[in-house]
């Protein structure tokens, strides 16, 4: 494993192995690489990560933020003088599994600006409710994508009229999710690009219009903050593009392109 971060004392230092990993507060381990080797305790451990201190009080760490180690939950200094390439024969690498979980999500939207093709300029109102869900799964490092669907309604309001506006899309994303500040909160940031497809429905009194809806791009920021090894609480706020072309019902189209502000909340289920 990677030496996430070392103290200014060089008696603590982080690595990216935590509970999930089965790592608890307290537990020791032996740190080994070239020809040295270590005995640390675990004195802070979150879901990913581990903040370790050096048993030995009179020595300081002799690794560096980003220098490779390998880790063996034992009390005792073992191979403490073998060379990597013998240890190698021995202890088989650690790898970090990918990530999967379930995201359930619901969001508030609101309606920044907007455009109608065949329609004068005019002032709206625009804002909704939505609900999500997606598959995420880890692919390299702090890289992420996932997969889902969202159902969406929408108030649009004219003065003297107001329409009902019906989305379904189906959604992928690009997530980043970052690692600093993990010394001080559990949780993680992350920022995320999607797209998305689907079909648009708009209703009101005398008219009925549909057609597909894109979603492109959708722009967020969020963070999660764990419950225990298997929940954590996910929040994001994002900009998105949306453009739909709808038939009437006389067989005319119109396009509409809006950009909204989304606020959404939801739970992240590991497995």
Not at 18 to 44: C, E, H, P, W, Y
Request: glycine share 10%.
């Amino acid at each position: 494993m990677t030496i996430q971060a070392v103290s200014s004392s060089k008696q603590t230092f982080i690595t990216r192995n935590g509970k999930r990993q089965g790592v608890n507060i307290g537990m020791t381990g032996t740190f080994t690489a070239d020809d040295v080797s270590i005995l640390a305790k675990a004195i802070q451990v979150t879901g990913n990560f581990t903040q370790w201190e050096i048993i030995n009080r009179h020595t300081t760490l002799p690794f560096e933020k980003g220098n490779l180690v390998t880790y063996y939950p034992a009390n005792e200094y073992i191979w403490a003088l073998a060379p990597e390439i013998e240890r190698k024969k021995y202890i088989r690498s650690e790898i970090i599994k990918p990530q999967r979980a379930w995201q359930f999500k619901g969001a508030l939207t609101r309606g920044l600006n907007e455009s109608v093709s065949d329609a004068p300029a005019t002032v709206t109102r625009r804002g909704g409710f939505l609900g999500e869900v997606y598959y995420e799964h880890g692919f390299y490092n702090n890289l992420s994508f996932d997969i889902g669907a969202r159902y969406e309604r929408e108030v649009v309001n004219y003065s003297g009229a107001s329409y009902i506006t019906k989305r379904s899309l189906l959604i992928a994303d690009i997530n980043y999710y970052f690692d600093f500040l993990r010394e001080y909160l559990t949780g993680r940031f992350f920022i995320g690009i999607g797209a998305g497809y689907g079909l648009s429905n708009t209703e009101t009194v005398g008219l009925k219009q549909s057609g597909p809806a894109a979603l492109l791009p959708a722009i967020k920021l969020g963070m999660t903050l764990p419950f225990n090894e298997t929940w954590e609480f996910i929040t994001d706020a994002s900009f998105e593009s949306l453009s739909s072309r709808e038939e009437q019902e006389d067989g005319n189209h119109q396009t509409t392109t809006q950009t909204n502000f989304k606020f959404g909340f939801g739970l992240k289920r590991f497995f």
